[in-house]
């Protein structure tokens, strides 16, 4: 397994933007479909985006297209997600994960075997 720790989250005003990181440490990032879900106050976790081990496919959810965007750094095991146009809708704690078998296209959490604490990320109106 790897072991993830994400930065970066804060409040900000709608219409603001923020940009998470989340370093590894352990194995190496190629070898992982890195992801970031979210879980806003009383709802279930869900998937915000993901990114191939390469870094050449990306999976984005509905709700941020267009406005959220991942990146992967494999030298320095670290994944980010910039996220500009937030909308208070945003408001979770944003968590990454990890997967070393699964699928870009699989959004399941069931997919991912390593998981960060989580950050904060709230956006005021």
């Known amino acids: 397994q790897v072991r993830l720790i994400e930065s970066g989250g804060g409040v900000v005003q709608a219409g603001g933007s923020l940009r998470l990181s989340c370093v590894g440490s352990g194995r190496t990032f190629n070898d992982y479909v890195m992801g970031w879900f979210r879980q806003a106050p009383g709802k279930e976790r869900e998937f915000v985006v993901s990114i191939s081990r390469s870094g050449s496919s990306t999976n984005y959810a509905d709700s941020v297209k267009g406005r959220f965007t991942i990146s992967k750094d494999n030298r320095e095991n670290t994944v980010f997600l910039q996220m500009n146009n937030l909308k208070p809708e945003d408001t979770a704690i944003y968590y990454c994960?990890?997967?070393?078998?699964?699928?870009?296209?699989?959004?399941?959490?069931?997919?991912?075997?390593?998981w960060g604490q989580g950050t904060q990320v709230t956006v005021s109106s």
């Open positions: 994960a990890a997967s070393l078998v699964g699928s870009t296209w699989n959004t399941d959490e069931p997919n991912y075997d390593s």
